[in-house]
């Protein structure tokens, strides 16, 4: 069997000794470029408030097109002839409604919505009765954070009563 042997060396002290144009941070250095970066960090920080506020928005005008697009189909089913051009909203019919309209409140994805349904005269047949109407749906979100405003649809209905008129 062989013995080996190890010589141990004391390790030399590190040199204190800097060299020359050499320096470290000052603490002014390090709070000034702490507050730049604190700067930066709080406008990022703010973009991503923004863009989610947005984004939630974005949701709610789907929705809100929703609710417009399923009114404005439903009121497109209703016949416009001789019967119900004349029979109010309420009841089903393309009445004139007025510059008011009608007032509704819809819920869709757990959110609830104020549907305003303004049905309008155009035009006449010689006989005094409307052959053409528009009808506006002006539908709004109810409630916080209602960013976006209304939703609008507009649509033109004419009767399919035959003749010329002018």
């Known amino acids: 069997m062989t013995c080996q042997t190890y010589t141990v060396r004391p390790m030399k002290a590190a040199k204190s000794k800097r060299r020359s144009g050499e320096q470290g941070f000052t603490l002014i250095e390090t709070t000034i470029s702490l507050v730049i970066m604190m700067i930066v960090g ?97 539908v709004t979100p109810l409630g916080a954070g209602n960013v976006l405003g209304s939703v609008v649809l507009t649509s033109i209905r004419a009767t399919t009563l035959i003749g010329t008129y002018s």
């Open 42 to 138: 709080l406008g990022a920080a703010s973009l991503f408030f923004f863009a989610s506020n947005y984004n939630s928005s974005a949701g709610d005008r789907q929705l809100a097109m929703g609710v417009a697009q399923k009114r404005m189909e439903w009121l497109r089913d209703i016949q416009f002839n001789a019967k119900t051009r004349d029979v109010s909203y309420a009841e089903g019919g393309l009445a004139d409604t007025g510059v008011d309209g009608v007032t509704e409140t819809f819920t869709n994805g757990d959110r609830k919505y104020s549907v305003v349904t303004i049905i309008t005269d155009l035009k006449d047949d010689p006989d005094g009765n409307p052959i053409l109407k528009k009808i506006t749906l002006k």
